[in-house]
């Protein structure tokens, strides 16, 4: 019979080094660590797996008991029995590093997932902790939340401090979560830095409880003075508010108008919508998602342009949907189709605008003026629409009425020609136009630039330290324009190009001077308040905002989440 093979904890190490006298130098295969012993006196390797790896440690202890080579007594204690016993493992001490750093990560956690703070108090969370780190103490809930989140907040709250003082001005949006009556409202800032970077930070969170206006939120925010926001503010965009309302906001709410319109239209759209539904029990959810795409599983399908995308895939699969259709008499009629293929088409450009409304990328509402031209002459030319004409009319009219103002708008015409992809190429009257544009940037532009923007202007035009293998080269002379008038002219003679206009305006900062600190101002206006909307739509989904089943901290944890970046950048 075989002998049993000798249980020894160089099971756990890998010899790097041996010399003649019995010394070695092995590596630890858990953590990499370098251990000097001898081979014959093993007791620097068994503490090292004893103090740093306590579970091969137990493991170790046990396979040497079941060979034997251990006596089996209470003196051996595991993690269960030590918890009991008079000498329990140790623990980090509250100043050790590690132990910082997984409060903070659990706090991360809990910010990143909008999680109570209390599940540090439950017992599968305690047990998965135990069993990753041993040694770590948890941390209470109350420590969490009136220690480490209190820490974020005043973080956050003094790096918003010091950003806004470097900023001449800034936009403002608001948005509600639930209604006025029960719901939360976020205040966002926009701002552009002086090396051209859009930042956002969330300023303040409030639960909105019996008749609490946004105009007695904003009085209330202002009077405290937290970040002196009143006296910068360049404009304020609400979606379905006063002030410059919310342009995504607003384009959405045309599309609805337009759907309402044409009330056979939700017959053929349930009619699809019942056919999917079969479809997705009947195939595989790997077949299902090859001819869907994976867009059903992480997409929000209340939305019009995530169930176009969807009904726009059913289409495209019809012909192999086929069998399964007709197997249980789930057939579209051809009047059906045709209605779902024109809304398809009908609603492209609408869902290419969304799209690009809530992206990752920062839009302003540079985009506005172009995007509800380019809407109206795609309406103008669906007249020969054989099912949805009824919802071309409404479209129509919805557009006027929401969002034709704008077309006259200073603000957005001149947003539009400072955007140097479009400048003046949406124009039918380019000289009226211009105008606008002037007469708008009088209201708030200076003749000269302020200190600050003396000492900016020369830290942007002083000249990289040159190659003397090139210095036989002549440098671009930086032309100095009279006034606004003469950037504007010059600016307006370039090409249009294919660049962000915040790119744009840092190249051309120095060039134009006066055109450029405008263009800081309004490029600031955001088109949509898409990023926070999403923290409070995903508050929305997790929880129930008319109940009072809510984490009492959950308005800290939304202000942390959407300041993120922010805080750990």
């Not at 047990?127 to 974020?152: C, F, V």
């Not at 010091?162 to 639930?178: H, M, N, P, Q, W």
């Not at 809530?358 to 172009?370: K, Y």
């Amino acid at each position: 019979m075989a002998s049993k093979l000798k249980i020894t904890v160089f099971d756990y190490f890998d010899v790097v080094s041996e010399n003649g006298d019995g010394k070695i130098a092995s590596q630890c295969r858990t953590c990499g660590a370098i251990i000097h012993g001898n081979r014959n006196v093993t007791s620097n390797f068994i503490t090292h797996i004893k103090r740093m790896h306590s579970l091969k440690y137990d493991e170790f202890t046990k396979k040497r008991i079941e060979a034997n080579e251990l006596p089996r007594s209470s003196e051996v204690r595991f993690p269960s029995q030590q918890q009991t016993s008079s000498s329990p493992m140790s623990k980090f001490s509250q100043s050790d590093p590690r132990q910082k750093i997984i409060s903070e990560a659990i706090a991360k956690m809990i910010i990143k997932d909008l999680q109570s703070a209390k599940i540090v108090e439950k017992e599968g969370f305690c047990d998965l902790l135990a069993l990753l780190e041993p040694h770590y103490i948890m941390a209470s809930s109350k420590y969490i939340q009136q220690h480490l989140l209190i820490q974020y907040v005043s973080r956050v709250q003094n790096a918003t401090r010091r950003a806004l003082r470097a900023v001449e001005s800034y936009c403002i949006t608001l948005d509600i979560l639930g209604s006025q009556m029960n719901g939360y409202l976020g205040l966002t800032c926009y701002f552009i830095t002086h090396d051209w970077a859009i930042k956002s930070v969330l300023l303040a969170c409030s639960h909105l409880t019996g008749n609490h206006t946004i105009e007695k939120f904003l009085a209330q925010y202002a009077e405290g003075g937290a970040h002196n926001v009143s006296s910068k503010i360049f404009r304020l965009v609400i979606g379905g508010v006063a002030h410059i309302e919310c342009f995504a906001h607003s384009l959405e709410l045309c599309v609805k108008d337009g759907l309402n319109a044409l009330p056979k239209l939700f017959l053929s759209l349930g009619k699809a919508a019942r056919i999917i539904n079969h479809v997705r029990v009947t195939l595989t959810p790997e077949v299902f998602e090859e001819v869907f795409g994976p867009m059903l599983f992480s997409r929000n399908e209340t939305c019009w342009n995530s169930q176009l995308k969807v009904v726009r895939k059913f289409l495209e699969a019809s012909d192999f949907l086929e069998e399964i259709i007709d197997k249980f008499n789930l057939k579209l009629s051809e009047s059906d189709k045709g209605v779902l293929k024109e809304l398809i088409e009908l609603l492209e450009p609408f869902e290419e605008a969304i799209d690009m409304m809530h992206g990752d990328t920062f839009v302003s509402i540079s985009l506005a003026l172009p995007c509800i031209l380019g809407l109206k002459k795609h309406l103008s030319k669906a007249t020969s629409n054989q099912y949805c004409s009824t919802i071309v009319d409404s479209l129509t009219q919805s557009l006027d009425k929401r969002l034709g103002s704008l077309i006259q708008d200073p603000l957005y015409i001149t947003a539009s020609i400072l955007d140097p992809r479009f400048k003046l190429l949406w124009s039918n009257n380019t000289d009226g136009h211009i105008q606008t544009l002037l007469q708008e940037l009088s209201k708030y532009s200076t003749s000269e630039p302020t200190p600050a923007d003396d000492k900016l202007l020369e830290e942007e035009v002083v000249p990289a330290k040159k190659s003397k293998l090139f210095s036989f080269l002549k440098e671009k002379p930086i032309v100095q324009y009279k006034g606004i008038e003469e950037e504007l002219d010059a600016y307006l003679r370039e090409e249009p190009l294919e660049e962000g206009a915040l790119h744009y305006w840092k190249r051309k900062a120095a060039e134009f001077p006066q055109l450029s600190q405008a263009a800081k101002r309004i490029l600031a206006v955001p088109a949509t308040s898409a990023p926070v909307e999403k923290i409070l739509c995903t508050v929305g989904k997790t929880f129930d905002v008319k109940s009072q089943l809510l984490p009492n901290n959950l308005q800290t944890l939304i202000f942390l989440k959407a300041n993120y970046d922010f805080l750990f950048s």
